[in-house]
């Protein structure tokens, strides 16, 4: 027995020493995989993406401010946002609109996307303790998801495990792409914590029957609980510790 005790208490000090986790708590983990959302919540993507819609939409007969163009597209697929872009320009929403809208995206993504802070510790910490059942569900295009994710570090982590939107029948806020993450993953949607920073996100967690934790840097915190987030934190340092009490 004071074997069995000297040998717990090594194996933790071994864990503060070195970041580790003990496989005592991994047992009692309340989650068995986490879904993370990328734009807002593992990438500083929005306002990248918003001022090149913002420029594009000028263009075309509808001035706004950056902060106007955020409140009416974040969370959502433009395609999703046609008729809104329609009744405001006086023009269709286009192939052409689009291609040249990825093609302003793309490159301003390319030379100022940043990582969430300390989400690197964060991921690195909830990919050990759920044993790499973790995955990115996004609302998002294929290329753009692996443009960030590789731009600022993060895509080993989810490399084989990157869901999108466009590539489900029906994006956020349906649930496909949760479901189809679980899925993939062999986890009940129950059993998976999905983290997301919009109520459009909230919304399609909750309808894939997931906990939902809404990362609300922003001091969006109600927004995200009235759309049915479990729970609300403020700040990537506060992930791991939260993710371990479950």
């Given at each position: 027995?004071?074997?069995?005790?000297?040998?717990?208490?090594?194996?933790?000090?071994?864990?503060r020493v070195f970041g580790l986790t003990p496989n005592v708590d991994n047992q009692r983990m309340k989650f068995e995989a986490v879904l993370f959302?990328?734009?807002?919540?593992?990438?500083?993507?929005?306002?990248?993406?918003c001022g090149a819609l913002r420029d594009?939409?000028?263009?075309?007969?509808?001035?706004?401010?950056?902060?106007?163009?955020?409140?009416?597209?974040?969370?959502?697929?433009?395609?999703?946002?046609?008729?809104?872009?329609?009744?405001?320009?006086?023009?269709?929403?286009?192939?052409?609109?689009?291609?040249?809208?990825?093609?302003?995206?793309n490159l301003r993504l390319d030379n100022e996307i940043t990582a969430i802070a300390h989400i690197h510790p964060?991921?690195?910490?909830?990919?050990?303790?759920?044993?790499g059942q973790i995955a990115c569900a996004s609302g998002a295009d294929?290329?753009?998801?692996?443009?960030?994710?590789?731009?600022?570090?993060?895509?080993?982590?989810?490399?084989?495990?990157?869901?999108?939107?466009?590539?489900?029948?029906?994006?956020k806020p349906a649930p496909d792409v949760y479901l189809a993450a679980a899925a993939h993953l062999g986890k009940d949607p129950k059993r998976c914590l999905a983290v997301e920073d919009t109520p459009v996100g909230v919304a399609a967690g909750v309808a894939a029957?997931?906990?939902?934790?809404?990362?609300?840097?922003?001091?969006?915190g109600q927004v995200l609980r009235d759309a049915g987030a479990a729970h609300v934190f403020h700040c990537m340092t506060e992930f791991p510790a939260l993710f371990d009490a479950g």
């Open positions: 027995m004071v074997l069995r005790r000297r040998r717990h208490a090594l194996t933790r000090h071994v864990g959302d990328c734009d807002g919540v593992l990438v500083d993507s929005e306002a990248i993406t594009m939409l000028e263009e075309s007969g509808w001035t706004l401010t950056l902060q106007q163009c955020m409140a009416h597209f974040v969370g959502h697929a433009v395609r999703n946002r046609r008729d809104l872009i329609e009744a405001h320009t006086g023009k269709p929403l286009t192939d052409a609109f689009m291609d040249e809208f990825y093609r302003r995206r964060a991921v690195q910490h909830v990919f050990h303790a759920c044993q294929r290329f753009k998801i692996n443009l960030m994710l590789g731009k600022v570090g993060l895509l080993d982590f989810f490399e084989g495990r990157i869901f999108s939107g466009h590539e489900v029948p029906h994006t029957g997931a906990t939902v934790w809404g990362y609300a840097a922003h001091g969006q």
